[in-house]
């Protein structure tokens, strides 16, 4: 593992590669900073741009990018009260009340110290256990690997947005997608309408832009422009005043980052989930949660801690098992699909040292946040007070061109079209966004491992109950939907974006927050 | 129980996303299995599986969930459907009118309908946008844009 890591850092530690991952670190921060930029749709908009890049380089300027996001969002949250991404919307409870107070540059501090933690407790323990899961995944059969698509899709019904059932049929919508064209055993065409043009199936990058970016752009003109002031608002950093404090900052970033890893692990969970139990945690835990809501450091650094944690957690399920975290580790799937790279069990057999040479960036890409956080803020804070009038035209460019590229024709421009106009009607029905990838990741795994399962067992369902892990993968499923469907009707306290929290009751979120981000 | 009000905004995309479901469940019986390996449960099997699925829980979500009413959401004003309206047009005439047209005319019609301010501004932020992302991507990463019948 070491010899791996060692490897990945002499692949990533040249000035090329660094300053992709400053520059890709700079254009999260400043996107994640912008109210209606989600860190999915900034990473489905620049994915194109890495079609001429190395793999290594290429993941190198997504992984900064997806750092820097989950960052910049913070910042906007406490100086505006406006956050940039759904993950960073806890900030606000306390982030705006510490810059309302005069203390923005102490909370600007904790936050990018937390992040730095938290980014760094999630890339070491993704590096630690991705390789073991990868191998005890590496035994997995056609009947466990089904399995495992289903106890993935299961997940993400029970986590997102808009309740179950419509989570599970959002799920159910993106492995539908997914059967249009060549069936993978027969090649018999499906759905196609008899266009030759979707033989080949969907195609996943513009379905991306579409559903994450263009949406959004229909959605920013739906909320109209909100207009914002950044007016005598101090950025100048503060530390700790002694060591005490500094040690309970440090207390409450490991809580965050435990949560945040935990939490993220699970597939289809994600950053905004994590950032709201790292709250609630955070509360019961501390000596001051009376000041909750008012202006506690500790309910910015633990949120902040657990966000950042999520984007090596995330990572987890996607390179280990093939099943992303979040929407945002899907979205990073697409571009490691796009090298013939497939995330899963073997990628440590056959890419390795673009795996490693990832795990590394992540490191540098946290310090290079770091760094960016410490002397940019104000330059960051200024991104915020873009007209969102040009950055939705801008966004639609990107979208359109961005599409082109993935297949130089207009099938891919037509598919991000579709998918934009659909994911805008379904975000205003509720629906997220979300389980809809999940769906379009795990459609392909689904139907082949069965259809394999079947050919192997000659026809006998039997062989897909057999196996033990496959029975675990199951029963974890069914716990999965169950467990969240009778807590819910318990009224117990889920601490969920759709479900209230233990305590008293929190702020209100402000408005104009995009949908499915993390 | 009033029909009007119980049919919301969310109960229609529930309901649209049932059909949906419905009509790929139909289609499923008209793919051809006549060439499955043995044992394999064919073609059609996985996707009416899929489409059975999304009726079922959008079917269950349709009686079961509770939805937002349409009174606590955003109208879709006009600035929004020619938004939509926009996208599609752009689209079409993408292959038509070539990516350097087409792209300037969307960013500038794109602006008037939100309002982007003074009129060189929407020029200004049209002409730069156009060039800057045909620069990106035709020269620098070398994909080669849509042309118009006037050679750009």
């Known amino acids: 593992m070491l010899d791996g890591l060692i ?81 960073s919307a806890v900030i606000t409870f306390d982030g705006y009340p510490l810059a309302q107070q005069g203390k923005a540059g102490k909370a600007l501090t904790a936050l990018i110290l937390a992040g730095l933690v938290g980014g760094l407790v999630g890339t070491i323990v993704l590096i630690g256990a991705v390789v073991p899961l990868a191998k005890e995944a590496l035994r997995f059969g056609p009947a466990e690997m089904f399995a495992l698509a289903v106890f993935g899709i299961s997940v993400v019904g029970g986590l997102v947005q808009g309740g179950l059932l419509r989570g599970l049929a959002a799920a159910a919508l993106g492995l539908l997608v997914t059967m249009i064209g060549q069936d993978p055993v027969s090649g018999t065409a499906r759905f196609t309408l008899g266009s030759t043009s979707l033989l080949g199936g969907v195609p996943f990058v513009p379905a991306l832009i579409g559903l994450f970016a263009l949406s959004e752009v229909f959605s920013l003109v739906a909320r109209r422009d909100q207009h914002v002031e950044l007016k005598n608002v101090t950025t100048k950093h503060e530390w700790p005043a002694d060591r005490a404090e500094l040690g309970m900052w440090l207390k409450f970033m490991l809580i965050g980052a435990g949560v945040g890893i935990f939490v993220a692990v699970h597939p289809g969970s994600g950053a905004t989930i994590a950032s709201l139990i790292a709250y609630s945690v955070a509360r019961q835990v501390s000596k001051n949660h009376k000041l909750f809501g008012k202006g506690a450091i500790e309910g910015i650094i633990t949120p902040e801690a657990a966000d950042k944690a999520t984007v090596g957690a995330a990572m987890i399920p996607m390179l280990g098992l093939g099943i992303p975290g979040s929407a945002s580790s899907a979205v990073l799937m697409g571009a490691f699909t796009l090298h013939g790279i497939e995330p899963g069990p073997m990628i440590f057999k056959n890419h390795a040292d673009i795996v490693w040479s990832l795990f590394a960036a992540l490191v540098i890409a946290n310090f290079a946040v770091f760094a960016l956080g410490f002397g940019g803020v104000p330059l960051f804070a200024r991104v915020t007070l873009i007209p969102r009038k040009y950055l939705l035209a801008a966004i639609i460019a990107l979208c359109f061109v961005g599409a082109y590229a993935n297949g130089t024709n207009m099938i891919s421009v037509y598919t991000a079209l579709a998918f934009g106009i659909v994911g805008f009607l379904l975000r205003r029905g509720g629906v997220s966004l979300a389980p809809i990838v999940l769906g379009l990741v795990l459609g392909p795994l689904l139907e082949t491992n069965l259809r394999q399962a079947m050919i192997i067992s000659g026809g006998s369902w039997l062989y897909l109950v057999q196996s033990p892990i496959a029975l675990l993968l199951y029963g974890l499923g069914l716990a999965s939907i169950l467990v969240p469907y009778v807590m819910q009707r318990r009224k117990m306290a889920i601490p969920h974006p759709a479900m ?9 979120l402000p408005e104009g927050i995009p949908e499915d981000g993390e | 129980m009033n029909n009007a009000r119980w049919f919301t905004y969310e109960r229609a995309v529930v309901f649209a996303m049932f059909v949906f479901g419905a009509l790929l469940f139909a289609a499923t019986f008209r793919i051809d299995t006549s060439t499955t390996a043995a044992g394999d449960v064919g073609p059609g099997f996985v996707p009416r599986i899929f489409a059975a699925l999304l009726m079922l829980c959008a079917g269950l979500a349709l009686f079961l969930t509770k939805m937002t009413s349409d009174e606590n959401k955003h109208p879709i004003d006009f600035a929004t459907v020619a938004m939509l309206a926009l996208v599609i047009a752009y689209a079409t005439a993408m292959p038509l009118l070539g990516y350097v047209v087409s792209t300037f005319l969307t960013m500038v019609v794109a602006l008037l309908i939100v309002r982007g301010g003074e009129w060189w501004r929407i020029g200004a932020f049209a002409v730069g946008m156009t060039a800057g992302t045909w620069f990106v991507f035709s020269k620098l990463l070398q994909i080669g844009l849509p042309l118009g019948p006037w050679g750009f």
Do not use: K, R
């Open chain 1, 7 to 87: 490897g990945g850092f002499h692949h990533i530690l040249s000035l090329h590669y660094l300053w992709i991952i400053l520059i890709g670190s700079a254009i999260g921060i400043a996107a994640g900073a912008t109210p209606g930029m989600s860190t999915a749709g900034t990473l489905a908009i620049l994915i194109p741009f890495t079609f001429t890049m190395d793999a290594i380089g290429s993941l190198a300027l997504l992984a900064s990018v997806y750092t820097g996001a989950q960052y910049g969002g913070s910042i906007s949250a406490t100086l505006l009260n406006t956050p940039g991404a759904p993950e």
């Open chain 1, 500 to 508: 209230p929290l233990p305590g008293p009751p929190l702020p209100p």
